[in-house]
């Protein structure tokens, strides 16, 4: 799909504006609402978000629109720094991009970033989203850790390979349509 750098940041940009809000829509709503309503006694989870003042992340209340920057912020330099490349090479290892089915190939490259990109932004989300108020723990840390990925990993997979990718894919053509075009009539 993305041919040169900038179509790499252009294609990385739309699937982490896609992917945060998703992911932070599923951590405030779908794993943690109950409790949030319960805690505030609200009878919606923005009540509740509301009333505490905001998500709880580094030992304070932000707003939501400040989780949202500050994890778009982490998952763009990751997916750019390690994402992209490490699931294109891990995907090339395991396949010929040349002899495999494209959909086999992109979806093999989906699987390897969910697979790499999930642990990583779960360990960054335990220390964001850690209980700073009751002192820092190492073992805290970690089973945070582990209990993210095991929430955001089905959520991850699922999400990324049968919606927001083929999304993703079917907009980045529609941005660089003359680019494929002219790619498909010079190979021609």
Same mark, same amino acid.
């Given at each position: ?18 992917? #945060?809000?998703?992911? &932070? ?10 409790? %949030? ?17 905001? &998500? ?37 290892? #395991? ?18 970033? #969910? ?23 190492? %073992?805290? %840390? ?6 993210? #990925? ?39």
């Amino acid at each position: 799909m993305p041919r040169n750098q900038f179509q790499r940041c252009i294609f990385a940009l739309i699937t982490v504006i896609i992917t #945060v809000h998703a992911y &932070v829509f599923y951590s405030l709503y779908v794993v943690n609402g109950s409790t %949030l309503m319960d805690i505030n006694s609200a009878n919606s989870v923005l009540s509740a978000i509301n009333a505490q003042g905001g &998500v709880y992340m580094l030992g304070r209340f932000v707003p939501i629109w400040a989780v949202i920057l500050t994890e778009f912020c982490f998952a763009y330099i990751l997916e750019i720094i390690m994402g992209s490349p490490c699931s294109f090479k891990l995907a090339s290892k #395991v396949f010929d991009m040349r002899s495999t089915n494209p959909v086999i190939f992109e979806t093999s490259i989906i699987c390897a970033t #969910v697979g790499l990109m999930c642990p990583a932004m779960s360990l960054i989300a335990a220390f964001l989203y850690y209980p700073y108020y009751s002192g820092f723990n190492i %073992l805290t %840390l970690a089973a945070n850790w582990i209990k993210l #990925v095991c929430f955001n990993f089905p959520f991850a997979f699922f999400t990324q390979l049968f919606f927001i990718q083929p999304f993703v894919r079917k907009a980045f053509k529609c941005i660089f349509k003359k680019d494929i075009e002219s790619r498909a009539n010079f190979s021609v």
